[in-house]
Structures are given as C-alpha cells and as structure tokens.
C-alpha cells in the first residue's frame, strides 16, 4: 500500500531499514552481555593480578566499542522517520504529493495538531474578506497566540521539533484601477456640472452688462435672448449631469448645440479683435470658451460614459447622431405637437441658411470683421432654437414632453422666439410667426405641468 507520502518502494525501504535496525540492536546487546561477562569472569580469584588487570583493560575497552556501537545503531532505528523525511522534503526528493481529501489516510504515528485553537469546536474553520491592497500572515502551525493570524510561534515550534512550518501569507494587489477610477469618476462629474453652471452664469452676466450698455430695447432683448437661451441649455446640462443622464440623445444633442454657439462666439470674438481693438470686449471671451469646453467634455462623457469605457467613438456617435437629426427633420410627426414643434424647426433653420449666406456674402465682399460678428451672432442663435425646437419635436414624438427639461426647453424657446417677434414687429412674417410659435412653446410647457401634476 502506498504510504501518505508517497510511493510504496519508500515506505518498504523504510520499514526494511528499521528491521536492519532492530537486529544491529539485539546484536550489539548480545554483545554488552558477553562484555559485562567477560569482566566479571577477569576479577574470578585463580588469575594473577597481573594478568586479571589486561583482562580488565580489555573488557573495558571492549564495553566502550560495544556502547558507542549500541548508541550509533539506535540512532540509526530513530534517525530514518525524521532525518529521512525531513532530509527529503527539504531536498524536494521525496515525492510528497498533495491528494485529494478523498485519498487522505493518515501518516504512521499522526496524531492530533491542534492543541490550542478553539478546542471545544468540532472544526475550526475561518473565512476572511480581504480588501484590496491588505496583506495578512495566517497561522499554519496551530500554536498562534493570535490565530489565525500569525504571532512567530512556529519558529519556536521548528525549533524545538526539528519542523518546517511556516505561514500562509495573503496580499490582495491594490486594485490601482478601481478605486482611482470611483474617485476620478467622482471628480469628473463635480468638473462637469460646475462647468455647465460657471457657463451659465458667465452667459447670465454677460447678458445682464450687455443691457447695461445698450438698454433694455428689442434689438437688445433681441442679442441677449440667444445669451440667455445659452445659459438656460447649461443649466439643464448640469441637471443632466447631477442625474448621469448625458448619455441620452437629447442632451449630446444640447451638448453639440452648445459647443457650435460657443465656438461661433470665439470666432466672433477673433474677428472683432482682427477689425481692432474693442475696448471692455475681452471678457466676451469667456462665456464661448467656458460653453465650448464644457460642452465638448459633457457631450464627451455622454458618449463614453463617466470613467471613458465606452466602446464608441465620439466621431462615429457624431455621425449616427447627425444622420438621425436628418431623418428627424423629413419624418411624419406622430402628433400635432410635434407637426408644430417640426414647422418651428423648419423655419429657425430657414433663418440659420439665411443668416449663413449673408455671412459668406459678407465675407466675400471684404466687410469688417465687426459686421461679421454681428450675423454670426443671429446664426448661432437660430442655429440654437432650431436644435431647441427639434428637441422638443422628438420628444412630442416620444410622448415625452412631460419631462423637466422638456418644460423647462419649452418656456426657454418661447422667450426666444417672443424677443425675435418683439424685434422684427408682429406684423413681419418672421415676427409673427415667431410670436406664434412663441405662444404654441409657452401652451405646451404650461400643459406640461398640468399634466404632470394630474398624474
Ligand atoms: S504562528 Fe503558526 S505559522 Fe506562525
């Protein structure tokens, strides 16, 4: 049979030494008695003292070799089980194998090993949750003050024993990436969210010096309304950013419809300061870039989610998402609502083309750049209420125009397009169909609410 600790030749070769063993033992004995004889015939009265004392010195010497002889082949009966075992686990020769629980049959002479640990117990059995980055030395030897963790016992215990026990130590690798990742994630959506706000606080108080200088009056009201318009999409981002809603259409859509303003402000901006230096003109700076930074994150995080593992790229969602505002602009609209939001659309975009032309007539004809700024500036701003009314047109196609930015989109289109009205006069066809589609915004959002509050 195989032994515990490996092949059956092993243990027979064992068992074989240890017979060896005891029969040099009973020899040597049967030797010691014949010594100890010999010895007490040499002091028998008969012998002269002469030669009684070399027979004394022999037998001496001859009780001397045999003991030492008894010693070495006791030694030799012991010594296998532990030096051989020992000797060749710490040489690895000894073809221990670890079996499974199935195959367990105890060791010649296996005793019991826990002596200490909760004895009253029928099984000792720990289990541990380790956090990430945590390292614990754990107790193999049962002799730990402090088990199951480790206090150095066993190395007093291999001392004493002559054994090779040792700890069983466990680290757990700091997850380098997961806790950063919760953190960075956490940081991200603060750098967002008050980055949409600063935006529109920044376009809010741009807004309130512009009529500061010029006054309040339509062509004012007219300007600052786009401002406004930008300050109101900011704050719904920071909405959608507190609520991790910037993966929906709707706000990449209000993202990109931010970024376009804010990069036509910076481009307005650069073509005034080319035309010369406006004095006090500077700080109209900083409410384009804040929107065009923070739009582009947002819009960003909305594609690629918050920790940036989103497997699409913002080009490519760019693309999907122009290709389905197309298809949105040439679909039937499900409902009435969304037939007039369509035909609002339609008309911001027919001004937008309006305004583009201009700009490349201007442009062309060598005007200044100040002329220039001042088209550019109605372009981002109907570029901004026909994405505003598209969105409202997708989600009267959803059946969702109950939703708070919804409401909240439809009041901040109607302001727009009643400052417009206010500007070109009611009796223009672009004044009054803006003060028209003013009212439908301003009836919508108001339905909104009642019938949110009905539900
Ligand atoms: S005390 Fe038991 S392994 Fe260290």
Redesign the pocket.
């Known amino acids: 049979m195989e032994s515990r600790f490996g092949h059956g030749s092993d243990a027979r070769n064992l068992s074989r030494l240890q017979a060896d063993t005891m029969m040099t033992l009973e020899l040597r004995a049967f030797m010691l008695g014949g010594t100890a004889r010999n010895l007490m015939h040499s002091s028998s009265p008969g012998k002269t003292s002469e030669s009684k004392m070399k027979l004394q010195l022999r037998g001496l010497a001859l009780l001397a070799v045999n003991l030492l002889s008894a010693a070495r082949a006791s030694h030799a009966f012991l010594a296998p089980l532990a030096s051989k075992r020992l000797g060749a686990i710490k040489s690895n020769k000894f073809p221990i194998r670890l079996r499974a629980a199935s195959d367990y049959e105890p060791i010649d002479g296996e005793k019991r090993i826990n002596f200490k640990v909760d004895l009253n117990q029928a099984k000792v059995a720990t289990s541990v949750d380790l956090p990430s980055g945590e390292k614990k030395v754990y ?6 003050g402090r088990f199951p963790i ?5 190395l007093k215990h291999n001392a004493a024993c002559n054994d090779n ?3 069983l130590i466990i680290s757990v690798p700091k997850d380098k990436k997961l806790k950063p990742k919760k953190d960075k994630v956490e940081g991200r959506k603060k750098r967002v969210l008050w980055g949409y706000r600063a935006t529109a606080i920044a376009y809010l108080f741009y807004s309130q010096r512009y009529f500061t200088v010029k006054g309040i009056q339509p062509f004012a009201i007219q300007v600052t309304s786009g401002y406004v318009l930008a300050a109101g999409l900011a704050y719904i981002l920071a909405s959608a950013a507190q609520g991790d809603r910037l993966g929906s259409d709707t706000y990449k859509r209000l993202n990109l419809v931010l970024v376009e303003f804010g990069l036509i402000g910076i481009l307005g901006w650069g073509l005034v300061k080319l035309g010369g230096t406006v004095p006090g003109f500077a700080p109209l700076l900083i409410p384009p870039i804040l929107a065009t930074v923070h739009g582009v994150k947002g819009y960003g995080y909305g594609v690629l989610g918050w920790d940036k593992s989103g497997d699409t790229s913002m080009i490519g969602d760019f693309c999907k998402g122009v290709k389905g505002t197309m298809q949105g602009y040439f679909s039937v609209p499900k409902s009435i609502k969304a037939a007039g939001y369509l035909a609002a659309t339609w008309m911001m975009t027919a001004l937008k083309l309006t305004k583009l032309v201009e700009i490349i007539q201007l442009v062309v004809g060598g005007a200044n750049g100040l002329t220039i700024f001042t088209r550019l500036s109605r372009f981002a701003r109907y570029a901004m209420l026909s994405m505003a009314l598209y969105t409202l047109k997708d989600a009267a196609d959803r059946g969702r125009l109950e939703g708070t930015t919804f409401i909240e989109l439809n009041f901040m289109t109607s302001a727009v397009l009643a400052a417009l009205s206010s500007f070109a006069g009611i009796a223009n066809p672009v004044g009054g169909t803006a003060a028209i589609f003013s009212a439908f915004s301003a009836f919508n959002g108001i339905l909104s609410i009642l019938k949110k509050r009905k539900s």
Do not use: L
């Open positions: 107790c193999r030897c049962w002799h730990s480790c206090d150095g016992t066993h026990v040792g700890p």
